[in-house]
């Protein structure tokens, strides 16, 4: 398995992560990373699920995934491995995360899952050279880059107590969506998605939801745009809903001189009709 290395700030789809508290300055990989930002969701949760838990963190790790969604979790055992696999089964791209040297795949059983994430488009990565091996702060360390990658957070099921809490923080610092799914009030299971959604993330109830607050458009929808004051705007917005997102992209395809095109993005920022995502990325609200 071939390990590369590279700088976050130096690939497009990595870049995202230079703008969080204590960003990583170098990414180990094996497999292929979007060559440009494409929207990316990372969906975490317990690693013991229930039989509610599976099958909800399958259909919409699927429905996702078959969109064009890179479905982002951290190769663990339970939400994440099902997530994985979800996306592959939908013949879509998924992200790995790992809290060790790529030299060892943990937890060991997800080593077939692993080797199909890489064979089918995808990858597993990490901020942690060969050699290291998983401790319990590298895995809550972790946890803030699945957020960064990520253009949303899902929780399918979690306790109240979990490392999947410890994503939602770093999501909510980053200024990432939240949503999770509502579960039995009496299943400790469950605690975690409804205490966050108590504060304030999104009830989901299938994909759709997650592809309209992140303006993903469905094949076939009929989604009407937002309209921009000027024609400049109009097109800037026509091409993030394209699914473009870098800025410097942005520019160039819209032919626009850099002055007018900063106005022309600073004036969609100031009237809530884009927002920015860090790293010079940005998307429509």
Request: glycine share 8%; with cysteine.
């Amino acid at each position: 398995m071939k390990i590369n290395s590279i700088a976050p700030d130096k690939h497009k789809y990595l870049q995202i992560v230079t703008t969080i508290a204590k960003p990583p300055i170098k990414f180990f990989y094996s497999g292929t990373l979007p060559e440009d930002r494409v929207t990316s969701v990372a969906i975490v949760g317990t690693r013991k699920p229930t039989p509610y838990g599976r099958e909800v963190t399958y259909q919409l790790a699927y429905d996702l995934a078959k969109q064009g969604v890179v479905i982002i979790s951290g190769l663990a055992l339970g939400i994440d491995g099902i997530a994985h696999k979800a996306a592959l089964d939908a013949g879509g791209r998924t992200i790995a995360i790992l809290a060790n040297g790529l030299d060892t795949i943990y937890p060991s059983t997800h080593r077939s899952l692993a080797q199909s994430i890489i064979e089918k488009g995808g990858a597993i990565l990490s901020e942690y050279d060969i050699g290291v091996e998983p401790r319990v702060y590298q895995f809550l360390a972790r946890n803030r880059i699945v957020a960064a990658l990520s253009d949303a957070v899902i929780v399918t099921e979690a306790a109240a107590r979990s490392g999947t809490m410890a994503t939602v923080a770093h999501a909510l610092e980053q200024n990432k969506e939240i949503f999770a799914i509502p579960g039995n009030i009496t299943s400790p299971m469950s605690s975690g998605c409804n205490t966050i959604l108590k504060q304030g993330a999104h009830v989901l109830t299938s994909a759709d939801d997650v592809l309209e607050i992140l303006s993903v458009n469905l094949p076939g929808s009929q989604q009407l745009l937002p309209l921009g004051t000027t024609p400049l705007e109009t097109v800037i917005i026509a091409l993030l809903q394209a699914g473009i997102r870098d800025g410097d992209e942005l520019q160039e395809k819209s032919s626009a001189p850099a002055s007018d095109f900063a106005q022309a993005l600073t004036m969609l920022e100031i009237n809530g009709v884009i927002r920015a995502l860090g790293a010079n990325q940005w998307t429509l609200k």
